[in-house]
């Protein structure tokens, strides 16, 4: 038993016993049993808290590698994947007062080969052979043959000796044959049998009946002269362009031009679905970075090209391209399609 302790109240006298039970060493053993059950509840109550987080706090690092998995894959196919998967896109391009001998008559379009570390002579020559194999009538280059590397310009240019057409080959030159070196350029073409022209034009005739082909000077370092180039061609002729930067539909407003063919975006590289290209090095923007748009009486063809350029040789949903075109009278149909038309809109062949 414990000891029972008094204390004086007022006045001296005696207050109430208040018995405080010292506990005994059994009291003492349970005491402890009690705060040890405790303890194992509240560590099996904090694990268990602990376990339930444990999830959630690993979602965001099960989602972060996903998506560094994702982005890995896309780098992935860009880079080594999508500008090897070279298309051929066709278009049959009706034009009003076409002479029914020019009736079918195939274009095949080059554009932007970027002849360097990633685009290889031996990679050019197999597109020559698969564009020889089209049998096209007139073949067009639209420019940057190389990427500002001068030892590249002869490889180019005899790579492309092997093209093969009817009425021949015709090539402009792009910015990047300008900052390597323009003569150069332009002379392993000719030496390869291509026709280069800077604001010139040349007749393509079958028959007694004929067509023009201009050739425009680069917008960004040539002097384009679109007055000299069309010098000669009225509004009654038939008249096919190619120039490298698409902004030179810009200076045709009202001049006798039907279909001019351009390259230079190659298509914007990067295509984002629900945004489209990224960027665009043209005055006219990322919308036109690739396909047919009409401005006034002039539809322009921007075709994505065949190389990519040093420093970002990368493509995604913007795959290479070799442009075949099939010339078309205009009937009734074609007619009214064209006038309907919007001004710088998209529209298909």
């Given at each position: 038993m414990g000891k029972i302790h008094r204390s004086l109240g007022e006045g001296?006298?005696?207050?109430?016993?208040?018995?405080?039970?010292?506990?005994?060493?059994?009291?003492q053993?349970?005491?402890?049993?009690?705060?040890?059950r405790q303890r194992a509840r509240e560590d099996r109550d904090s694990t268990a808290i602990h376990q339930r987080a444990k999830p959630r706090r690993g979602i965001p690092k099960a989602g972060a590698r996903l998506l560094l998995s994702a982005l890995l894959v896309a780098v992935g196919?860009?880079?080594l994947v999508e500008p090897g998967l070279m298309r051929v896109t066709e278009h049959e391009v009706r034009i009003s007062g076409l002479p029914s001998a020019f009736d079918g008559l195939k274009i095949v379009q080059l554009s932007d080969l970027h002849v360097d570390i990633w685009t290889r002579p031996k990679h050019v020559r197999r597109i020559v052979r698969r564009v020889n194999a089209m049998h096209p009538d007139v073949i067009v280059l639209t420019g940057d043959y190389v990427s500002r590397t001068e030892a590249n310009i002869g490889p180019a240019g005899d790579a492309?000796?092997?093209?093969?057409?009817?009425y021949g080959a015709y090539a402009v030159l792009g910015n990047h044959d300008y900052w390597t070196d323009a003569k150069l350029m332009a002379r392993a073409l000719r030496e390869?049998?291509?026709?280069?022209?800077?604001?010139?034009?040349?007749?393509?005739?079958i028959g007694r009946s004929s067509i023009w082909l201009v050739g425009f000077d680069d917008e960004w370092e040539g002097n384009p002269d679109y007055e000299k180039a069309l010098n000669g061609i009225s509004s009654n002729d038939i008249c096919i362009a190619i120039a490298h930067n698409p902004d030179a539909v810009l200076s045709l407003d009202g001049r006798p031009v039907?279909?001019?063919?351009?390259?230079?975006?190659?298509?914007?590289?990067?295509?984002?679905p629900g945004v489209g290209p990224l960027?665009?090095?043209t005055k006219l923007g990322p919308k036109y970075s690739?396909?047919?748009?009409?401005f006034g009486d002039t539809r322009m063809y921007v075709c994505r090209g065949v190389g990519t350029g040093t420093g970002y040789h990368i493509r995604f949903r913007c795959p290479p391209e070799i442009s075949v075109f099939t010339l078309r009278g205009a009937g009734p149909d074609a007619r009214r399609r064209i006038a309907d038309s919007q001004p710088g809109s998209p529209m298909s062949f």
């Open positions: 001296g006298l005696e207050s109430p016993a208040r018995p405080t039970l010292e506990p005994s060493g059994q009291g053993a349970n005491s402890l049993k009690r705060m040890s196919y860009s880079t492309l000796a092997g093209l093969k057409s009817k390869s049998g291509i026709d280069v022209l800077f604001d010139e034009k040349r007749r393509i005739s039907n279909l001019l063919l351009t390259g230079h975006t190659h298509g914007g590289l990067i295509n984002i960027w665009s090095t690739s396909g047919l748009f009409r």
